[in-house]
């Protein structure tokens, strides 16, 4: 197995696709907002606008969620540096499949956006220890996400009303997946967990009276024991599985 800490080569420009508008927060947080501090310019592409996720609320219709959640989704941005605006595809939370119409929007996006980095979930992940079950819209995230990255963007036959448009191809560079049981790059987000929890408790709908700040400090302080296993020097991390695409 190839494994890398290095630092993070500084991606000029970073697309996340990620399947509910918290997402990109718990599983990345801190690399999003290390990477903005470091000049990327970043941005959102949520695929459902979270319409299930009423916490609780038990008057709170649908589209009313929709609404509060694209809020908090902007505001976490925002909070982690993020100046573009958040792109969101408006699928059904809890119904998504990774469809061919799913793999072309996001691929659209690509091509618009012409990312070097795209942060998406892992698609393998089905559970994890005990309790945790994956939510099945991540995995159909993650998946419609990589088949989009490799062939669509990347091939002008594969789309070509968009090609013949002159929506040109684009080959994204590297791949990070958040949420995965086989890492193999832990970012050190040392100095952005304040970031990230500011992002997290943007999400107000979604937090009820937890806090993020000791399970933000609890998870970086763990992938940080699992990097030094792994013969890195790190205390704070997220971890990823990682792809660098070939020339
Ligand atoms: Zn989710």
Redesign the pocket.
């Known amino acids: 197995m190839t494994e890398t800490t290095e630092t993070p080569q500084q991606p000029k420009r970073v697309l996340i696709v990620?399947?509910?508008p918290?997402?990109g927060e718990?599983g990345a947080g801190g690399t999003i907002a290390r990477f903005t501090a470091e000049g990327a310019d970043v941005y959102y592409c949520l695929v459902t606008d979270g319409q299930v996720g009423d916490s609780g609320n038990e008057t709170i219709t649908s589209e009313e969620l929709a609404h509060v959640r694209q809020d908090e989704a902007r505001a976490a941005a925002r909070a982690l540096g993020v100046r573009n605006e958040v792109i969101f595809l408006h699928y059904w939370d809890s119904r998504l499949e990774p469809t061919l119409e799913l793999r072309h929007d996001i691929a659209r996006v690509i091509r618009q956006v012409r990312p070097d980095v795209v942060i998406c979930q892992d698609p393998t992940t089905r559970w994890s220890g005990q309790g945790y079950i994956n939510?099945p819209?991540?995995r159909a995230a993650g998946e419609a996400t990589l088949a989009a990255i490799m062939p669509l963007a990347g091939t002008r036959l594969a789309m070509p009303v968009e090609s013949a448009e002159g929506l040109k191809t684009h080959n994204v560079k590297e791949i990070y997946m958040t949420g995965t049981q086989v890492a193999d790059r832990w970012v050190d987000i040392s100095g952005y967990l304040d970031a990230k929890v500011a992002a997290l408790r943007a999400h107000k709908s979604q937090m009820g009276d937890w806090d993020p700040a000791e399970g933000v400090t609890r998870w970086a302080e763990e992938n940080g024991n699992t990097a030094r296993k792994h013969g890195h020097d790190i205390k704070q991390a997220e971890q990823f599985k990682y792809i660098k695409m070939g020339d």
């Open positions: 990620m399947a509910h918290d997402d718990f939510h819209d991540h």
